[in-house]
């Protein structure tokens, strides 16, 4: 970006990433050490975005405590005061701007309460980084602080480490998937269990699911990692540090045709199997048979991708193979994910040059924000990322290995048809 600010800003802080990782983890407690505003901002956002409560608390610093408080009595308060009302088996402890200036030890506030309390803590300052590194960088501290080292490998165990884009219900398809191949498959954090829009008993002041505290410590032994999306493939190295022996498959997206054919074919590889399940070869078939219905609709059709890297590679990666044209990818941070890309502009920008590159587009595919740039435009839109405010069940929405990849062609030729037709 030549821009010396961002006009109308894509980018997520890594706060927010840190949040999503821990509400991935059953009983625990996201604990943002911040102003109360800060942690009141990001549960409204998620709250709209998945219909659900969002369990989260903060160190409320203010401007008398920003000064006078190293750090250690307001987190220790906090912990206090969250443990007369409940017990989490974890608190996730993490860091905003603020804090991070002060330079409070977080390190060493979590030692003092070592004896009363499991705590796990992550540096995530908000001015750098952005929602991708946020997550990812909690998922490698709960790696070195809680995971427990082993020299020993349990052969029908996997973990799977997923980046922050993939909604719960692609967690939990990939899941399903690598156990049909005779896994026992943990999901590191597991949104899928958590944030997947299920019915519970009662409103949880604690995060409502996800993978247990003691499967995280006992997951050292886990025979092979998986790690989807750029973003996380650091956590997956992380991991080898704990048990060497281990073995890391690495995909930077399993979404589309060739990609999903890669991670089915490493599976395949690594238990020496000759053919997959019977329901793999079915969805594959639907998938070639999807590619042909809406390549009619793709052929010729222009799209702006402004989302995060991750999930901007793994959309552009499906609809290229049905013959879409990438006119430019708008990233809120920089990320060298989509150097392969078969795009003709990948800047690191905001909403002024989606706004920019759309006029000589027909598609753009974005968050909630984008919508309002969409329709001035008079441009089909295809809603994804955070936040989604305009639609309900975004937890459910799957564009990944063949089944997601045909549910996701079929719904962006749809739209594309729909807008043409009523475009003329």
Known sequence: MSKPLQINPIKLSQPMGALLCFLGIKNCMPLMHGAQGCASFSKVFFTRHFSDPIAVQTTAVNDITAVIDGGDYSISEAVKNITKKVKPDLVGLFTTGMTETKGDDIKGATFLL???????????????????????KSVEAVIEQLIEPKNILNTQKALLIPN?????????????QISLFGFEVFALPDLSESLDGHLGLKQGALSSGGISVEDIKELGDSAVVITIGDSVKKAGKKFLEINQKSKHLHFDTISGLLKSDEFYKSLLEYKNISRPNPSIVRWRKRLQDALLDTHFAFGGTNVVIALEADQALSIATTI??????????????????????????????????????????????????????????????????????????????????????CYLLFEVANIINNHNHGAH
């Open 114 to 136: 070592k004896d009363t309390q499991l705590m796990a803590y992550v540096h995530t300052p908000d001015f750098e980084g952005g929602l991708e590194s946020g997550f990812a």
């Open 164 to 176: 922050v884009n993939l909604t719960p219900i692609e967690v939990e398809k990939i899941k399903e």
């Open 320 to 405: 290229i193979e049905a013959g879409a044209n990438i006119k430019t990818v708008v990233l809120p941070t920089k990320s060298n994910v989509l150097a392969g890309l078969a795009c003709e502009n990948i800047i690191v920008g905001d909403f002024e040059d989606v706004e920019n590159a759309l006029e000589e587009s027909d598609l753009l595919i974005s968050n909630f924000h984008g919508e309002a740039i969409a329709h001035k435009h008079k441009k089909a839109l295809v809603l994804r990322g955070f936040p989604n405010y305009e639609t309900v069940g975004n937890q459910l929405v799957n564009d990944t290995l063949y089944e997601g990849s």
